[in-house]
């Protein structure tokens, strides 16, 4: 079974920009969660989304938002980049998000110059 | 945001010691999980806990879920140099809402294993 793909795998944005994330979860995972992972924050909550509903979200500001689609393929937008937002953005899937094992993706590593 | 307190920091041991790391939290979880990841790659899974007390193993890995639910550790025995790598804890709170897909992780564990 393939695991948590992420497309793409880099990405240098300028301040302003905006940028767009996507993953592709584990076959039969309807649960897909965003983390950003910094050297200084560590590993942060963003969002989750099941059945194409946003169901929980992370204390982040507005510019970060998501969506999923109906064969649980998920995308999250960063809109009007700020430097602050460098940073190694990974997804997770799992069969539910209730407490089930969330297997992760090799993450898209974004950089905002 | 929350962390959960994970130490020791760092360790810098010798192929075939036996390392062991904990992770401890201020309110409870329902799952404890432990991840490695590699530098540029996302965490894989080592070892997932589900309940109270549970001792899990697998292979050289053993981790076990407090009986508080506010802790866990995580074992590794004989260690090689394929260990080397940064190992993080994580905790989820399975009770729907603001607990739905939500990690809580620690700020992680670099191990160094000198051959």
């Known amino acids: 079974k393939a695991g948590v793909t992420q497309t793409p795998r880099y990405l240098i944005k300028t301040r302003g920009q905006q940028v767009t994330l996507s993953c592709s979860p584990i076959s039969g995972h309807r649960s897909v969660s965003w983390y950003q992972q910094t050297p200084g924050q560590g590993l942060q909550f963003l969002f989750e989304y099941f059945s194409e509903t946003q169901r929980n979200k992370g204390n982040f500001p507005g510019r970060f938002s998501g969506r999923q689609f109906s064969n649980s393929r998920s995308e999250m937008n960063v809109s009007t980049l700020e430097l602050g937002d460098s940073a190694l953005y990974l997804c997770?899937?799992?069969?539910?998000?209730?407490?089930?094992?969330?297997?992760f993706g090799p993450g898209t590593r974004l950089t905002v110059l | 945001g929350q962390q959960l307190n994970q130490s020791p920091q760092s360790m810098f041991i010798q192929e075939g010691e036996d390392v062991s790391m904990n992770c401890t939290s201020s309110s409870i979880f329902n799952t404890w999980l432990w991840y490695k990841q590699d530098p540029g790659e996302g965490p894989v899974l080592l070892i997932a806990l589900y309940k109270a007390g549970e001792l899990t193993s697998n292979g050289r890995l053993t981790a076990q879920f407090g009986i508080t639910r506010k802790d866990s550790f995580l074992n590794i025995s004989a260690s090689i140099p394929s260990d080397v790598g940064i190992y993080f804890c994580?905790?989820?709170?399975?009770?729907?809402?603001?607990?739905?897909?939500?990690?809580?992780f620690g700020q992680g564990t670099i191990l160094t294993v000198h051959p």
């Open positions: 997770a899937s799992s069969w539910s998000g209730g407490g089930d094992t969330q297997y």
């Open positions: 994580a905790g989820q709170l399975n009770a729907g809402g603001t607990s739905y897909g939500k990690l809580t």
